[in-house]
Structures are given as structure tokens and as C-alpha cells.
């Protein structure tokens, strides 16, 4: 079979599908609300949804149009406003912005002349261009703020504006408690994946000791043990920060979880429910995992053994593109694009583990590691050091695997995600491991 990534059309065709893809979720998340909805703040830590709408248009004009087309710019006077660095999230809404139906108008002009652009450039002689990067690394882009468009809904008040089925079942039963990842070296990140980002490379060696991780993400049932068990009253489960953090904001729970009756309940998108106790955690905050890990006599994993355990066939040696090979995702493979709103019960998706039997490595929360976030030996920029170098070091924490609120076109067995500790309102879970 032909690598569609080194067919001339096969290339163009997931170069449109990933972009097509992207905006038909934008729409989605845009369209299913009022304009007081699109223009309101709905959390300081969040823009409005209409900010994030004309920065997904701004990032395609000025590098599909302009850097990788050689178009005449078409808003260059709104640049400034939504640059991500020049103003932080909680000023956007004093900004001039767009207004909806001028941003969607923009976004759509934008895309018509992308594609002009998608259908006549040549896809190699330069490394915006080589496999088609520069419209993977925009897909990759929209998508990423397609999540966080997802993460405004949750935090918004009032009535669902979404809805998902539910995802398939999941079982515990008959998989052991955790699995063990032999001692040993294995090849980390890659140089071959044509639309990997800069942080994800190059491929190196790691050499990891032996280690135990857990099959399934922890759950909710396993969390409340420690909530309950007054793991949030203890200090000594906690990192220093996190505990002035839990105390000064007087944490006591996952954030949107709330204790009604002698019952735990949740609010997931608009929605008041119960907590259900076979789903993995979500909305923990670093501090939490980790705390939760000392409580629980062990530790979160570094990324370089979650990665191991996801990446690494030790029947080969080789290191894998996703936890079950090289094929990309499907629906049976993990919980990715938005199709749920919701993680699937632990032991879901056995067609998706590891050569290790590690479930659901890819896709349901984002896993917290214990890892800073750091380059990789021979790392370089590109193209902007603004993806990734000036987040580097230890005030960012890395997460891996992937949300039900991620595309499967932003998600890799490379692919890194960071944020700071307290950061709860993102889709954030965790797993732990311990030393073999």
C-alpha cells in the first residue's frame, strides 16, 4: 500500500480531510450557542469563544496564505489582537474583537482561498512544505483550540448546548491491577512522523529501568477512597505548593464535583449527574495526581516510562505509532474527536492497549506525568519558538495520551502536551507506576 503521506494526492486529500474535519467541529462548537454566548467570558482562565473563532482564521491566513501561499494579507490591522502572547486570556473580552458574524465571515474567506492555495502548491522543497506540514501543523492547531472551545463549554453556565451518545462499555474484570514494563532502552519521540511538532523531536534513545504502571487510568471510585479518606486534610500526601494551593483555594474535590446527600455528583456540560464510579478522573489538577499517587504508596510515571509503556514492542524493539501500532486510530482503537463528551469506563477499548496490555493509553484524560517540560537532546525550533521553547522548564508539567476532546490528527504515541500544576479545568487524568 502506498504511504499516503508520499502520494502527491493521498497527501492532499488528508491534508483537506484534517482541515475539513477541523472546521466542521469549530462550527459545531460556534453554532450550538447565542452570540451573548460567543462574546461572553465565561471563565478568566478561558477566552470568549468568538476570540478563539478569528485566532483559528488569523493562524491559517498568515501561514497558509501568506507564509506558504505568498497571498496578500487580508486582515493585517487585526494580527496584533488575537496573538496569543500579547494579551493573556483574561483581557481578550476589552479587546476590539471580531464580532461572530464578521469572525465567521473571515474564518470562511480565509478557507476558501486556503484551499485555492491546498490545490496547486508542490507538498515538498521546503519544510513548510515536505509532506504537507504547514496544513497539518494548522490542522493540529485548530484542533487544539477545538478543545479548548470544549473546555469553555464545560466551564459555561446554563443549559447543555451539546450532546454525544455514550461511549462503549468497559470492564476491569479478569485485567490485572498493573502490568510490568521490563528494564531496558527504547527509542523515544520520533524523526520520521511527517506532521509531528518540534517538541516531539528527535528520536533518541532512553534507557529506563524496569517499572510497574497501572493497566487502567485511576478512576473515580479509586480517587474518592482518598477524598474520603481525608487525602485532601492530609499534608503529607502533597507537594509544598500544591498544599498552599489546595488550602488558599479551598480544594477538597476534582474541580466540578460537588457532595449533595451523602452523594457525590458532577456537572458535565450543563448536565448534574452522579459520579460514575468505573470512568477515569478527570479535572485534576498535577498537584491532585501526585498527591493521590503518595497516598496511594506510589508515584506518578515519568514521561519518558508512560511512553514506553504506550510506544515500545519488545517483540521487535521498535517503537510503535500508537500504543496498538502503526495504523492510525479508529473508533475501536480509542476515545478521541469528540464523539463522547464523556471518558469511557475503565478497560474500555481492548483493540486500543499496549504490547503490554496497557488500556486506553491514547484518548479518554490526559495523563499528568511527573516530568518537567523539557527538549529533547538535538531539539530545534520550529517553525516559530513560540509552539514550545519558551514554555520549557520546570514550571510546566507534561501530559500525555490525548482527552475525548482531542482529533486523532492531534494525537500521537510522541505527541506532548504541558500545563501548569494547579490547571483543573482541562480533560486531565491520571495513571501511577511504581519501581519494579
Not at 501568506?66 to 483574561?90: C, K, N, Q, S
Not at 454525544?164 to 531496558?184: D, I, M, N, Y
Not at 507534561?398 to 482527552?403: F, K
Request: aromatic share 10%.
Amino acid at each position: 500500500m502506498t504511504d499516503p503521506f508520499e502520494d502527491p494526492e493521498r497527501l492532499r486529500r488528508r491534508a483537506l480531510d484534517a482541515l475539513t474535519t477541523a472546521r466542521a467541529r469549530t462550527a459545531l462548537l460556534t453554532s450550538c450557542v447565542d452570540e451573548p454566548d460567543l462574546t461572553a467570558q465565561h471563565s478568566p482562565l478561558m477566552s470568549p469563544l468568538v476570540w478563539d473563532l478569528a485566532h483559528i482564521g488569523n493562524q491559517e491566513e498568515q501561514w497558509l496564505l501568506r507564509a506558504v501561499g505568498g497571498r496578500t494579507p487580508l486582515r493585517p490591522e487585526i494580527d496584533p489582537l488575537y496573538d496569543a502572547f500579547a494579551h493573556p486570556r483574561a483581557t481578550r473580552p476589552t479587546l476590539p474583537l471580531l464580532s461572530p458574524v464578521q469572525a465567521r465571515a473571515y474564518a470562511g474567506e480565509v478557507r476558501e482561498r486556503v484551499l485555492d492555495v491546498l490545490d496547486g502548491v508542490p507538498l515538498e522543497g521546503d519544510p513548510l512544505l515536505d509532506a504537507g506540514f504547514a496544513f497539518g501543523m494548522v490542522a493540529q492547531h485548530e484542533q487544539q483550540h477545538d478543545e479548548t472551545m470544549l473546555i469553555t463549554h464545560q466551564l459555561r453556565e446554563g443549559a447543555p448546548a451539546l450532546h454525544a451518545p455514550p461511549p462503549p462499555p468497559g470492564s476491569t474484570s479478569g485485567l490485572p491491577a498493573e502490568v510490568l514494563v521490563p528494564g531496558g532502552p527504547f527509542t523515544m519521540g520520533t524523526s520520521t512522523e511527517p506532521w509531528a511538532l518540534d517538541n516531539e523531536r528527535p528520536a533518541h534513545p532512553r534507557l529506563v529501568p524496569a517499572f510497574w504502571i497501572d493497566t487502567v487510568p485511576v478512576t473515580n471510585a479509586r480517587y474518592r477512597h482518598f477524598v474520603d479518606d481525608g487525602g485532601y486534610r492530609d499534608a503529607r500526601w502533597w507537594a509544598p505548593e500544591g498544599w498552599e494551593h489546595v488550602r488558599r483555594h479551598s480544594i477538597g474535590a476534582p474541580l466540578f464535583w460537588h457532595r449533595e446527600g451523602g452523594q457525590w455528583l458532577r456537572r458535565r456540560f450543563g448536565v448534574t449527574e452522579p459520579v460514575p464510579d468505573d470512568e477515569p478522573v478527570l479535572h485534576v489538577s498535577w498537584y491532585e495526581a501526585d498527591a493521590y499517587a503518595r497516598w496511594a504508596g506510589r508515584r506518578l510515571p515519568g514521561e519518558a516510562e508512560w511512553e514506553k509503556a504506550a510506544r515500545h514492542d519488545p517483540a521487535t524493539g521498535r517503537s510503535r505509532r500508537y500504543p496498538w501500532g502503526d495504523a492510525d486510530p479508529e473508533p475501536r482503537h480509542a476515545n478521541l474527536g469528540q464523539r463522547h463528551l464523556r471518558p469511557a469506563p475503565a478497560g474500555a477499548y481492548p483493540d486500543g492497549a499496549s504490547a503490554f496490555g496497557v488500556r486506553q493509553l491514547v484518548g479518554d484524560v490526559w495523563e499528568w506525568t511527573a516530568s518537567d517540560f523539557l527538549p529533547y537532546p538535538g531539539f530545534a525550533a520550529f517553525p516559530y519558538r513560540e509552539y514550545s521553547e519558551v514554555f520549557f522548564g520546570a514550571a510546566h508539567k507534561v501530559l500525555r495520551g490525548g482527552s475525548f476532546a482531542v482529533d486523532p490528527v492531534a494525537c500521537r504515541g510522541t505527541f506532548r502536551n504541558w500545563d501548569l500544576p494547579v490547571r483543573r479545568q482541562i480533560f486531565s487524568g491520571f495513571r501511577t507506576a511504581r519501581d519494579a
